[in-house]
């Protein structure tokens, strides 16, 4: 806490005046506010015609001083008390030159966001002190989480100072009573933000984002986006209107925000420091949900890597959630840094996170060999989150797996055995949802899980056809598979939601197989089983290929599973004509990848 200095807007301000006001310090305050402060501070204002905010504590000290109107100056740190979960023992005492006493609905939020003992407005009028109001935090329940207790009009000549100091003691017991409780059912207040580039993308990214931020249980509670061609290296949004968003954050008492594209660690560290609240970015918020999601030791380690991996460039950033060591004067010694000591602590993580998981893979792959040599085919849910890949593999297979109306309900892969009406078995495979901008290190992470699509002998593209944006979710996913190298496998597209669709998407988002059901109704679910009987187990099919001489596993199974019409060897390989049916030639392209078959 800075002595003697004043704080906020001071430009244009002659020095003798910001000297005079700077001698403000020096006066001991006897009682809540004695009317030599309030006179002075009355002067002052009119003269430079912008408030002018001062900070005393309980025992009567000036601890700060700002000019400029309170929700457009940096809040100063005037905590002098340092349990957090009390009032900072601090009272603050503000002009309205306009001459309105009453307290503002910004002012109120300041009161609670740095949990003022109080917050006093003096209105001016004709230069002189009219009427005061007082503000305390009130009696939070959860109804009324921010209730605040207002004490006004007050002459300022005649204020019941013992009321007002005794009010901030009841306060202070309030918010302690409640503090415990309160923490453990707290639901963090978001602002969501984002950049408008005028691109057309086929999706409202801010409502997908306020989704996520329900489905990570934060409350939004607002909604913030700037038009812009392109993002701000520094501060993602430009200075001007981060300082507007620090403004909006502190008017709807957020805790966090959180921005819908990733930011670098400058950028993290930029925008706290502006706005004093809590950042994360879009994929921050995603691996948050996945960390709350995963059940199965593989998927705990994965979700746990792609963190580690997503936080090693970012420490630099992590001003609220991570503490920083800076270099200089009393910072060297004959260790480590404590950014390199962290830097150190997540790369050895990352080597062990990776061994483990290596590990699973080996026992997936020995699970999976396991289950080709059988000949069963393969089918893979695969569809945008909340699509209900999850619900229709309930409603085929008589399971009972948990099903939500919310995003990556299910992390971890199911598979479950079906028989068809031809006695035939199939696999049905559920696996994670996509999303846009589906992080990279999740993608990776993931990939041992993932692969599970990738030897699909067929591939069920279950879409939410009620949605206004399944044509950019079909296009989502459709990408992650190409990453995937999955694109060559048959698909059936699988319009889900029938129950709900709207008349005007009954044409749209469909495919060259399409199949239209309601999973939860149990609608259309026949028609989908026969369709998958039938690119499965279909006519019999002609192929020709060249099988690599590394592949004899290929040519072994074709010759266990159909019928050789012609064999040759030539310099890339041997050359196979047989005959197989659907489910052999769906199996063939999954052990080849995107041979033509």
Request: charged share 25%; aromatic share 4%.
């Amino acid at each position: 806490m800075e002595k003697r200095k004043i704080h906020g807007n001071i430009n244009g301000i002659k020095n003798i005046t910001l000297e005079a006001i700077e001698a403000l310090y020096d006066i001991k305050v006897q009682g809540f506010a004695d009317i030599e402060l309030l006179e002075a501070m009355t002067k002052f204002s009119a003269e430079i015609s912008r408030e002018i905010s001062v900070y005393i504590a309980r025992d009567g000290r000036i601890v700060n001083i700002s000019i400029g109107e309170i929700n457009k100056v940096e809040m100063p740190q005037v905590r002098v008390v340092r349990n957090l979960d009390r009032l900072c023992g601090v009272r603050c005492i503000h002009t309205h030159p306009s001459g309105d006493p009453r307290l503002s609905s910004v002012d109120i939020a300041t009161l609670h966001t740095a949990k003022l003992d109080a917050i006093a407005s003096l209105g001016i009028y004709e230069g002189k002190p009219s009427q005061m109001f007082v503000g305390f935090i009130g009696e939070n329940t959860e109804e009324t989480p921010n209730a605040s207790l207002i004490y006004g009009p007050i002459s300022p000549s005649r204020i019941p100072h013992k009321l007002l100091l005794n009010e901030i003691y009841l306060a202070d017991e309030r918010l302690k009573r409640t503090a415990i409780e309160n923490e453990a059912a707290k639901v963090e207040r978001a602002v969501l933000a984002g950049i408008d580039s005028g691109k057309a993308l086929g999706y409202d990214p801010i409502e997908e984002l306020e989704s996520l931020a329900q489905t990570a249980g934060a409350e939004v509670v607002g909604r913030f986006v700037q038009r812009a061609k392109q993002i701000d290296k520094a501060t993602y949004l430009g200075s001007g209107k981060i300082e507007e968003l620090a403004l909006f954050v502190r008017e709807n008492n957020a805790d966090v925000i959180i921005f819908d594209d990733e930011l670098s660690a400058i950028q993290i560290k930029n925008i706290e420091d502006i706005t004093g609240t809590k950042v994360i970015d879009r994929t921050t918020l995603i691996l948050d949900i996945f960390a709350a999601r995963a059940t199965s030791r593989e998927g705990k380690l994965q979700v746990e890597l792609a963190q580690q991996k997503y936080r090693l460039p970012r420490l630099l950033g992590f001003g609220t959630s991570m503490s920083r060591l800076g270099g200089g004067i009393g910072t060297r010694g004959p260790g480590e840094k404590k950014l390199e000591i962290d830097r150190r602590r997540i790369h050895r993580r990352i080597f062990e996170l990776e061994q483990e998981l290596e590990q699973v893979k080996k026992q997936r792959d020995l699970r999976r060999k396991k289950r080709e040599s059988s000949s069963i085919p393969l089918v893979s849910l695969v569809g945008y989150t909340n699509a209900g890949k999850s619900t229709l593999l309930n409603a085929l297979s008589g399971s009972d797996e948990y099903v939500a109306d919310q995003l990556f309900a299910t992390l971890d892969p199911v598979v479950r055995k079906i028989t068809l009406s031809n006695g035939s078995e199939i696999l049905l495979s559920d696996t994670v949802g996509f999303i846009n901008k589906l992080p990279h290190e999740l993608v990776h992470a993931f990939r041992s899980t993932l692969e599970e699509v990738t030897n699909s002998d067929l591939i069920l593209h279950v879409i939410d056809a009620s949605s206004d944006y399944c044509a950019k979710q079909m296009e989502v996913v459709n990408e992650v598979l190409a990453d995937l190298q999955a694109a060559h496998i048959p698909q059936i597209l699988v319009r889900n939601k029938l129950d709900i669709i709207k008349a005007h998407d009954e044409e749209s988002c469909t495919g060259k197989v399409s199949v239209d059901i309601s999973a939860l109704k149990k609608i259309g679910l026949d028609t989908l089983l026969q369709k998958i009987e039938e690119m499965l187990f279909g006519e019999n099919n002609s192929i020709e290929l060249i099988i690599p001489y590394n592949r004899y596993d290929v040519v072994a199974y074709i010759r266990e599973n159909g019928v050789v019409v012609e064999e040759d060897h030539t310099e890339d390989g041997t050359r196979l004509k047989a005959i197989v049916n659907g489910a052999v030639a769906g199996k063939i392209k999954s052990m080849l990848g995107a041979v033509n078959v």
